[in-house]
């Protein structure tokens, strides 16, 4: 396997915390960095879009203050997700902003461009790219991606239907950049799995709504506590593509789950606008792994938790 980038060289703990629409803000990354993990937020979680230039401004300075306070112990890097697909119309004002603050990794979804791999390696940045199956994963790749991030079944929002053991398999058979693994990841000994089938990463966002930071409502968050695997439901009704979503949140709407009309894809938009928004905000998205979230906690807690999991599988692996 080849040497990672620099950037995702020394994390310290093996975890890339995925971007929530929404739900992700300045404070919750901080948080993230802090604790060890890479933190990120989509771009069009800055709303209006002069906001971003703030909200990276914050980010950049907390991180910068608290590598000057913890010269052994510095933060993790942090990203930002943009969406690609052509309904967004923010996506060049966006990466001009991240270009001023030189991010230094940028995850891409709904769509590979060269364009946009060209301009943030031109900065220095890094570009992992989401895929749900190995045909998008090659076009990404071709496309000047970095690396990959696997979104598996079970991956909370837009999630494939792939078993994580046959789409890291394959790719692994042609790739061997970094790839991060998605998909009912909430424990440290499901870190340490997704290591053991080929992935350098887990990429958890489930777990860290149900944290102080997380910019959801306490409704939401309680029902990620109290919810399993047996409370999501898999569905395109709500943006034209696939996703896992909280059964209670589609009940509080008045529709029934399980007899959920399909939507037409050909309709989907993914610019984040108003009608984007108010989706999220009343449709709650959720992976398949919240059974393991046993309380709300801020955010640091919830990653010394990933961390003492991860070195007793570590530990149990070892003694086997």
Same mark, same amino acid.
Not at 77 to 101: G, T
Not at 254 to 274: A, H, I, V
């Given at each position: 396997?080849? !040497?990672?980038?620099?950037?995702?060289?020394?994390?310290?703990?093996?975890?890339?915390? $995925?971007?929530?629409?929404?739900?992700?803000?300045?404070?919750?990354?901080?948080?993230?960095?802090?604790?060890?993990?890479?933190?990120?937020?989509?771009?069009?979680?800055?709303?209006?879009?002069?906001?971003?230039?703030?909200?990276?401004?914050?980010?950049?300075?907390?991180?910068?203050?608290?590598?000057?306070?913890?010269?052994? !112990?510095?933060?993790?890097?942090?990203?930002?997700?943009?969406?690609?697909?052509?309904?967004?119309?923010?996506?060049?004002?966006?990466? +001009? %902003?991240? !270009?001023?603050?030189?991010?230094?990794?940028? &995850?891409?979804?709904?769509?590979? #461009? =060269?364009?946009?791999? *060209?301009? %943030?390696?031109?900065?220095?940045?890094?570009?992992?790219?989401?895929?749900?199956?190995?045909?998008?994963?090659? @076009?990404?790749?071709?496309?000047?991606? *970095?690396?990959? &991030?696997?979104?598996?079944?079970?991956?909370? /929002?837009? +999630?494939?239907?792939?078993?994580?053991?046959?789409?890291?398999?394959?790719?692994?058979?042609?790739?061997?950049?970094?790839?991060?693994?998605?998909?009912? &990841? $909430?424990? /440290?000994?499901? %870190?340490?799995?997704?290591?053991?089938?080929?992935?350098?990463?887990?990429?958890?966002?489930?777990?860290?709504?149900?944290?102080?930071?997380?910019?959801?409502?306490?409704?939401? =968050?309680? +029902?990620?506590?109290?919810?399993?695997?047996?409370?999501?439901?898999?569905?395109?009704?709500?943006?034209?593509?696939?996703?896992?979503?909280? #059964?209670?949140? &589609?009940?509080?709407?008045?529709?029934?789950?399980?007899?959920?009309?399909?939507?037409?894809?050909?309709?989907?938009?993914?610019?984040? /606008?108003?009608?984007? @928004?108010?989706?999220?905000?009343?449709?709650?998205?959720?992976?398949?792994?919240?059974?393991?979230?046993?309380?709300?906690?801020?955010?640091?807690?919830?990653?010394? #938790?990933?961390? +003492?999991?991860?070195?007793?599988?570590?530990?149990?692996?070892?003694?086997?």
């Amino acid at each position: 396997m080849m !040497a990672l980038p620099p950037v995702l060289a020394r994390l310290p703990l093996p975890i890339i915390a $995925s971007p929530m629409f929404i739900l992700s803000n300045p404070r919750l990354v901080i948080e993230q960095c802090k604790a060890g993990v890479v933190g990120s937020m989509p771009a069009l979680n800055a709303r209006p879009a002069s906001q971003l230039e703030v909200w990276l401004e914050e980010i950049t300075q907390a991180l910068a203050a608290h590598d000057r306070a913890n010269p052994h !112990a510095k933060a993790a890097p942090f990203a930002i997700n943009q969406i690609v697909h052509k309904s967004n119309d923010r996506l060049e004002h966006d990466m +001009a %902003v991240c !270009a001023r603050f030189k991010v230094p990794i940028v &995850i891409t979804s709904l769509g590979a #461009r =060269k364009d946009v791999n *060209d301009a %943030v390696h031109a900065w220095g940045g890094v570009v992992l790219h989401d895929v749900i199956n190995n045909q998008f994963a090659k @076009k990404a790749i071709e496309k000047g991606a *970095d690396g990959l &991030i696997a979104v598996a079944a079970g991956a909370g /929002g837009h +999630a494939g239907v792939k078993s994580p053991f046959a789409l890291v398999q394959e790719i692994r058979e042609w790739f061997d950049g970094p790839v991060a693994l998605s998909g009912s &990841i $909430s424990t /440290g000994g499901a %870190v340490l799995a997704a290591q053991a089938m080929g992935a350098d990463f887990a990429y958890i966002g489930s777990a860290f709504i149900a944290t102080e930071e997380a910019g959801a409502q306490q409704a939401y =968050k309680q +029902a990620i506590v109290e919810g399993t695997s047996d409370d999501i439901v898999y569905s395109n009704l709500f943006t034209g593509v696939h996703g896992n979503y909280l #059964r209670r949140s &589609i009940e509080g709407a008045g529709l029934d789950p399980d007899n959920l009309p399909q939507s037409d894809p050909s309709k989907m938009s993914f610019g984040g /606008g108003e009608s984007a @928004k108010k989706a999220w905000r009343d449709i709650w998205g959720s992976g398949q792994g919240i059974g393991a979230v046993k309380q709300i906690v801020p955010a640091r807690e919830l990653v010394a #938790r990933l961390a +003492a999991e991860y070195q007793a599988a570590r530990a149990r692996l070892a003694l086997g």
